[in-house]
T-cell receptor, first 119, second 112 residues
Framework: GAVVSQHPSRVICKSGTSVKIECRSL??????MFWYRQFPKKSLMLMAT?????????EQGVEKDKFLINHASLTLSTLTVTSAHPEDSSFYIC???????????????FGPGTRLTVL | LAKTTQPISMDSYEGQEVNITCSHN???????ITWYQQFPSQGPRFIIQ???TKVTNEVASLFIPADRKSSTLSLPRVSLSDTAVYYC?????????????FGTGTRLLVSP
């Protein structure tokens, strides 16, 4: 299957600093990537849709100025958590859609996740 | 987006077949069904995907009835390493991308 990577896998930062998380599709091009966050023992919550070459689309309740998304190329999307606070501590996961060329068979592949801890 | 309903948890023993059913009454015509597996502190892993009838791959089978209002993931002969959370999602192609919304998932515990 297709591979999606994330970097870093875990990060610890001080309150008030900004943290950038990278998401890469390693062996395919992804016009669209997605960002999720997950709290312990909870399901994934979609934060935003990252579109190559255009602005991201944020889900209701997600602060766009807080979570900056840049989809600079067909293989890279970045999520920057600005002025991070302890409540931003979470598991952040990205995904990318692999288009098969046949309707109904496109598949979304997920990265391994990034554990963010804000002190 | 179609909402999905799954059992919160299931228990099984090694070597047994496990069937996890997901309800998606509001599935749209262009939606298809995808199942993912997630281990703690890891991203979801794609298991299987289908639109109707039956789909089988090397790890699982997916059964979808004619009305498509539900689907069943079948895991043959589970092992301890199959202990994980399993998510059923429905989504379709809309302007070229697939937006998925995760439900609660089913926490499967496989015991010796």
């Amino acid at each position: 299957g297709a591979v999606v990577s994330q970097h870093p896998s875990r990060v610890i930062c001080k309150s008030g600093t900004s943290v950038k998380i990278e998401c890469r599709s390693l062996d395919f091009q992804a016009t669209t990537m997605f960002w999720y966050r997950q709290f312990p023992k909870k399901s994934l919550m979609l934060m935003a849709t990252s579109n190559e070459g255009s602005k991201a689309t944020y889900e209701q309740g997600v602060e766009k100025d807080k979570f900056l998304i840049n989809h600079a190329s067909l293989t890279l999307s970045t999520l920057t958590v600005t002025s991070a606070h302890p409540e931003d501590s979470s598991f952040y996961i990205c995904s990318a859609t692999l288009y098969s060329g046949r309707a109904g068979t496109d598949t979304q592949y997920f990265g391994p996740g990034t554990r963010l801890t804000v002190l | 987006l179609a909402k999905t309903t799954q059992p919160i948890s299931m228990d099984s023993y090694e070597g047994q077949e496990v069937n996890i059913t997901c309800s998606h009454n509001n599935i749209a015509t262009n939606d298809y069904i995808t199942w993912y597996q997630q281990f703690p502190s890891q991203g979801p892993r794609f298991i299987i995907q289908g639109y109707k009838t039956k789909v089988t791959n090397e790890v699982a089978s997916l059964f979808i009835p004619a009305d498509r209002k539900s689907s069943t993931l079948s895991l043959p002969r589970v092992s301890l390493s199959d202990t994980a959370v399993y998510y059923c999602l429905v989504g379709g192609m809309n302007t070229g991308f697939q937006k998925l919304v995760f439900g609660t998932g089913t926490r499967l515990l496989v015991s010796p």
